[in-house]
């Protein structure tokens, strides 16, 4: 089932996630002064709202007086209430939203800084696209809760205080029979609203339904057509269809339920208040303009208690991505270093002792038994083996994306663990086989391997990785853009651009992880004789598929279900009849 999306996510309002979503107003801290002044605007705009139906009222009272002197005042005195309020509700807007821009975009920039720096295992277990939702939705909903929800829930609170408070000074009679109706009335309301929504909630539901089977259908429109079923999908999409029209229906009638509910009961309480108003005017308790005002802040009341429903429910989902974004702040993140640092320079000796490994997410099935090899400072190792034997699991241990369960990992006769990461990383680089580039031009994808290159820097690695003579065809050569995922480009492209990158970070440490297996055999050597110079003079770990590029390793290791099962030279396996290496070799020539 999908993740529910920031504007589904609603919580309880329990303490503890209500103290839990207060440590968002650290971010407001500094501007503590500019969200004091924002509220004392949003104080001014609820009281001048308020002062509104006291002076409808006095004008109408003062039209009874043969002095027009009093009507002119009144108005003089509404005009500069309105003008207040204008400049107010501007300077509450603006300052509310100075300081809900400038907090959140600390906590976004937060948020990704601490998200980039979580470990591997976090990664395989959260999809990109729900990490995504957290940093742009879930504070875009907070930034709407901030500037808009928070103010109108605030100001409604106000007008309701405010409004009883005034209403009981023209008259407690009639304040006692207004608030015995309106609430009841608003009350009723909002929970019909629910219920009818819940229906409407349905109906998209099943609408989303129907339209799965569409975009399967259109996708998989050859096996359709293949197998002659149509007639089953249209049969399926129409059954679909059918509940969707009943649900609308039905909601439909509850809708027009719901509009003469709240057509009888608003118009009903209006005349019940007036009614009872009138006998009071009558009576000489109440003139006519303390009733017009009465009326007025029954209506404004009466919405502001309809607003606050919808309102809180805002506050909850706000609640609720607080909430999501809290829990990414408090998982534990690596030490990395983001400042420049002083770089260390190994000589890149490698040494596994009796490591053992099982995935975090996978914890009863054993990916690395009891492995131990070592390799010298320049030399060439190569891992073979069947698919999900572990090879790649080594490249992980050696980069610390994951810890070892057991055993150990040295590099130049020091434990991985005691190097900082960000230090051992950087003595490191990979060349993967799914080579992904980044959206900008060559030379930024280039210059990833060293972000303070120079421009000649770069054409120097980009000839040594057998990408120069490629890039200076394009039009504009060196700025041309990749493409996402460097779509602009061919496999070979990608491959030799991701060389250059790792020629241009000159590590102690080189991890080829099947760099050519995907590759026509025209890129394959263009690709081979570019990494055979990336290799020279520096330890290199090759995760090898195709066998005839690891023939001059200095070591082969061959695993197999976790475990090295061979070790030696190409000449040295090759002579093992019974052998895994041999056995492998023999069907890749046979296939060849």
Known sequence: MANKTADEEKVKITKESFKRSLRIFKYIKPYIGVFTIGLFFLFVTGATALAFPKLMGSMIDASKKTSIDDINRI????????IFQSIASYFRIY???YVTEKALGKMRLDVYQHVIKLPMTFFSSRRVGELNSRISSDVELLNTTFTITIAELLRQIIIIIGGVIF?????????????????VVAISAVIFGKYIKGFSKQTQAKIAESNVIVEETFQGIANVKSFANERFEITRYAND?????SLAIKGAKWRGAFASFIIFCIFGSIVAVVWYGAILVQGGELSIGELISFILYTVFMGASIGGIAAQYAQVQKAIGATENLMDLLDETAEEINTQESKSIKINGDIEFSNVSFNYPSREDVTVLSDVSFSAKSGQLIAVVGPSGAGKSTIASLLFRFYDSKSGSIKIDNKLVTDYAITELRNEMAIVPQDVILFGGTIQENIAYGKPNATLEEIKRAAEQANAKEFIENFPEQYDTIVGERGVQLSGGQRQRIAIARAVLKDPSILILDEATSSLDSESEKLVQNALEKLMKDRTSIVIAHRLSTIRKADKILVLENGQIKESGTHEELIAYEKGTYKHLSNLQFETS
């Open 167 to 183: 209403l009981s000074t023209i008259s407690g009679k009639l304040t006692l029979g207004m608030l015995s109706i309106v609430p």
């Open 75 to 82: 108005a003089l005195i509404l005009l500069v209430v309105f």
């Open 241 to 245: 269809i059918k509940e969707v029209v």
């Open 95 to 97: 300052t509310f939203s």
